[in-house]
């Protein structure tokens, strides 16, 4: 007796599809999974012609010191600009944005230096992740070259010490601004960048 064969649902091409959690979002599905690469949805257009035609509305202005950040990253940021379109909601007000870059944690997001912290800021479709450090308790920072990680501790640095937090920043450049930043911001001796 022979066993009845269904046909195999056809698997979905890569392409981008609206966010199954964010409506204001595309996601960018493999063919296999959803990926961490988002972008913002088009707008859509009417139909129907519109009787009276208003001027377009401004795109939303980006905060004059985000833009000066980016237009200094050196690396990639795709994937993390829904991240970068966040910050400002995550800003205390009068913190200035000094230098930023894509960086991984949980998921790919953005590493961000201000003129009071340093802060890294995920968010994903089932979860977010959000990890600063003040600079009143920040000791040291260390960025690794061989395993491109950017580590941020609140005590002395030792082998043994644990950082407060750490993410992979693959661009080096873009580690040695987020360091410079952090030098100037810190405004402290204390602070080690290595």
């Known amino acids: 007796m022979s066993h009845p064969t269904f046909p195999q649902a056809p698997s979905r091409p890569?392409?981008?599809?609206?966010d199954p959690l964010d409506d204001s979002l595309l996601r960018y599905w493999d063919g296999h999974?959803?990926?961490?690469?988002?972008?913002?949805?088009?707008?859509?257009?009417?139909?129907a012609p519109e009787p009276v035609r208003q001027a377009p509305r401004p795109a939303p202005a980006v905060r004059p010191d985000i833009a000066a950040a980016l237009r200094n990253v050196r690396g990639m940021l795709a994937g993390s600009m829904k991240e970068v379109n966040l910050l400002p909601g995550y800003l205390r007000p009068e913190e200035q944005l000094l230098a930023l870059t894509g960086a991984q944690?949980?998921?790919?997001g953005v590493l961000a230096c201000t003129?009071?912290?340093l802060l890294f800021l995920f968010v994903g479709v089932l979860r977010?992740?959000?990890?600063?450090?003040?600079?009143?308790?920040?000791?040291?920072?260390?960025?690794?070259?061989?395993?491109?990680?950017?580590s941020v501790y609140t005590t002395k640095y030792t082998k043994r010490a644990v950082p407060a937090f750490t993410v992979r920043?693959?661009?080096?450049?873009d580690a040695n601004s987020i360091a410079h930043a952090a030098q100037s911001a810190s405004a402290a001796p204390r602070l080690d960048v290595v």
């Open 128 to 150: 977010r992740q959000f990890l600063e450090v003040d600079w009143n308790q920040t000791k040291h920072i260390f960025y690794s070259p061989a395993t491109k990680t950017f």
């Open 115 to 117: 003129n009071r912290r």
């Open 169 to 173: 920043v693959n661009n080096l450049d």
């Open 105 to 108: 944690g949980e998921g790919l």
């Open 14 to 18: 890569p392409s981008w599809l609206p």
């Open 33 to 47: 999974r959803w990926t961490f690469y988002t972008a913002a949805c088009p707008v859509a257009t009417p139909s």
